[in-house]
């Protein structure tokens, strides 16, 4: 493989540090000794807000009504988008019954989780999207409780637009609370809400944290980093589309990597001028974000062929993968690992991440080599069952006592005698020797 660097990051989108860590531990800790008081108290230190916790019906039918008429269009176009992928997701997954053997039966059944919490960001930018992405897809997978939570601006509370998209998402509950405290809101059950079983929605590197912690004890949807982006681009792209492609994912944050990867030369060249260009013309905080991004973390990578880009690109397995290159049906079937592909110049990711249907809550910092990104099934619990005649256990038990008693779990290999010997009693077996 031949890859030559044009742009190398700087630094890496690491392992958040230690004191992270440990701050969110305490308070994690403080509040599940302290319960509510504690989460307000917390509430009130980091999030400036003194108003009501949990949105009551006239709350939110107040904050739906100050979000225009075209944003509410939208937004219930994009809903309407996610929530007919989810339900096509959901019906991809059946529950099933097979006759392993002439009388024993085995199957699987998908169910719900009872109560998911769905966390929302909404402190630099109101993520309109992640509303609908989390809410939405553990409404169509049948949660039993649907918990929306989003941190309040000071003096002013959620932003209506996330309200107006949690609620028509199907949320049950709107909890005003960010960070820490509203992820051990969610999983205590403070507030008089269900305990939740799953947690679901990206946050900055305190709310990651904490979800980190807290799986095993309850789920989550995946350990995630700092969003990131590739673009794999041949001859025939359009230099200026794919600068701006990269420009609008480096927003995201300073430590977010964008990458391209490509086979020719002069289209790296073109880009590698275009982007300080299009960064300079953010507005400021945007501008920030994307040029210490590309500084430190971007890449231009030039290989020789087209095969040699795409295993570049399944090596980095990018949360985001988009292809402006010849032959897209090539790109489909030879690129294993991605969280979410888009083809050809006229998708991108910012589709995606607002309308298309496709979930935007993806995994980053590589895990796309293992895993795939929130979807109706991460809220589904895929669970077997079995029963059986007596004559269809009857081999089964066999088998499981010699295994066992290989195994030296003699223990086990009783559990099948005491059967054999009820059901059987005028037939002799060879069940192993007791170790």
């Known amino acids: 493989m031949t890859r030559e660097y044009l742009k190398k990051a700087t630094l890496s989108a690491g392992s958040d540090a230690p004191e992270v860590h440990a701050a969110v531990r305490a308070i994690l800790d403080d509040i599940e000794k302290g319960g509510e008081a504690a989460a307000l108290g917390y509430a009130a ?112 509370g959620i ?62 949807d995946m350990i995630a980093g700092p ?11 359009d230099p200026h589309v794919v600068a701006t492609d990269l420009v609008s994912q480096a927003e995201h944050g300073y430590n977010s990597p964008v990458w391209l990867v490509t086979d020719d030369r002069r289209l790296a060249e073109e880009v590698l001028a275009r982007v300080p260009v299009l960064i300079d013309d953010l507005p400021p905080l945007n501008r920030d974000n994307a040029a210490a991004a590309w500084r430190d973390y971007a890449e231009v990578i030039l290989c020789a062929d087209r095969e040699d880009m795409a295993a570049t690109s399944d090596d980095y397995a990018p949360e985001h993968l988009t292809v402006q290159a010849d032959d897209p ?31 935007h809550v993806l995994p980053t910092s ?3 080599a293992y895993t795939g ?10 669970v077997t069952w079995q029963r059986s005649t007596r004559e269809g256990m009857k081999p089964v038990a066999e088998a499981t006592a010699r295994i066992a008693r290989l195994e ?6 009783r559990a099948a005698d005491v059967r054999l010997a009820k059901y059987f009693p005028d037939e002799e077996f060879e069940l192993g020797a007791t170790p």
């Open 45 to 156: 230190k980091f999030d400036r807000y003194d108003g009501d916790i949990l949105l009551d019906d006239r709350q939110i039918a107040a904050a739906c009504a100050r979000v225009p008429e075209q944003l509410k269009r939208d937004i219930r176009f994009a809903h309407d988008n996610v929530r007919r992928f989810a339900e096509a997701q959901k019906a991809s997954i059946a529950d099933v019954e097979l006759e392993v053997v002439p009388g024993l039966t085995v199957g699987q059944r998908a169910i719900p989780v009872d109560a998911a919490g769905c966390y929302v960001p909404g402190g630099r930018y109101s993520h309109v999207a992640s509303a609908i992405m989390t809410v939405t897809t553990a409404r169509v997978a049948g949660c039993g409780h649907v918990t929306a939570c989003s941190p309040p601006r000071p003096g002013i």
């Open 159 to 220: 932003a209506p637009a996330i309200v107006y998209a949690a609620h028509l998402s199907g949320a049950d509950r709107i909890l005003a609370m960010g960070g820490v405290q509203g992820v051990a809101a969610m999983t205590f059950g403070l507030f008089g809400l269900p305990p939740a079983r799953i947690l679901a929605g990206p946050g900055n590197q305190y709310v990651a944290e904490a979800k980190r912690i807290l799986f095993g004890r309850i789920g989550i």
């Open 227 to 237: 969003t990131d982006s590739l673009i794999l681009a041949d001859a025939g792209a």
């Open 329 to 359: 049906d090539w790109w489909l079937n030879r690129l294993t690992c991605y969280g979410s592909l888009f083809l050809g110049e006229e998708t991108t990711v910012s589709f995606g991440d607002k309308a298309t249907g496709t979930n």
């Open 366 to 368: 590589g895990a796309a």
């Open 373 to 382: 990104g929130l979807s109706v099934h991460k809220y589904l619990k895929v």
């Open 408 to 413: 030296g779990m003699e223990g086990h290999a």
